[in-house]
C-alpha cells in the first residue's frame, strides 16, 4: 500500500492511501508466459469465450463431476509454445509449470499436452457440473482425465510458465 501525507490549514496531518493506477492482475486472471518470456493475462470474460470441452470424472469427494475447460495446448499456442510440428529436438526438453495460489506446483512435459504426442487432452477447468468451478478449486482447475491419481489436478490455478530443461 502506498501512503501519502497530506497537511491541513489548521497543522492536522492526513494520510490518505494513493490508488495506484497500474494495470494489476486479479486472483481470477490468468497468467501464461511462453518460452521467450512473453506473457499475457486473460480474464475470466475472455476464457469464458474460448472453445471448451468436458470430462465427467469423479472428484477427491467420490462424486461424479463434469468439469468444463480449455485444452492447454490451446491456451500455449497464444504464447508461442512449441507444439506440434514443433515440437522436437530440443523443443522436447520443454515443460509447462502450473502455479497455484497457495504454492503448489505440477509440471507436464509439453509432449504429454500435444495431440501428435497424447491421445488424452488435458484441460484448464472454469466449471463443474455447469457452473463455475466452488471457491476451493476456483479460479482454474488442471483436469488430466487419464490419471488414476489425481495429483497433478492442480487447483486454484493462476499461473502456467513453459520451460526448458535445456536452459
Not at 33 to 40: E, K, N
Not at 50 to 66: M, N, W
Not at 101 to 112: I, R, S
Request: net charge positive; aromatic share 6%; charged share 20%.
Amino acid at each position: 500500500m502506498n501512503f501519502r501525507r497530506i497537511s491541513c490549514l489548521t497543522g492536522c496531518m492526513v494520510f490518505v492511501l494513493a490508488i495506484q493506477s497500474q494495470a494489476q492482475t486479479t486472483p481470477t486472471d490468468l497468467r501464461i508466459q511462453g518460452p521467450s518470456g512473453t506473457a499475457i493475462t486473460i480474464t475470466p470474460p475472455e476464457f469464458g469465450k474460448l472453445p471448451h470441452i468436458e470430462h465427467r470424472a469423479k472428484d477427491h469427494d467420490g462424486q461424479e463431476h463434469t468439469y468444463t475447460g480449455v485444452p492447454l495446448s490451446s491456451l500455449l499456442q497464444r504464447v508461442a509454445a512449441p507444439m506440434s510440428g514443433q515440437l522436437r529436438g530440443k523443443a522436447l526438453a520443454s515443460y509447462l509449470l502450473v502455479s497455484a495460489t497457495d504454492g503448489y506446483k505440477v509440471v507436464f512435459a509439453l509432449p504429454e499436452l500435444d495431440s501428435l504426442f497424447a491421445k488424452q487432452v488435458i484441460f484448464l477447468a472454469d466449471q463443474r457440473d455447469g457452473k463455475p468451478l466452488p471457491p476451493e478449486q476456483a479460479p482454474y482447475r488442471i483436469v488430466v482425465p487419464q490419471e488414476t491419481k489425481q495429483a497433478r489436478w492442480v487447483r486454484q490455478v493462476t499461473m502456467l510458465k513453459v520451460q526448458s530443461a535445456n536452459e
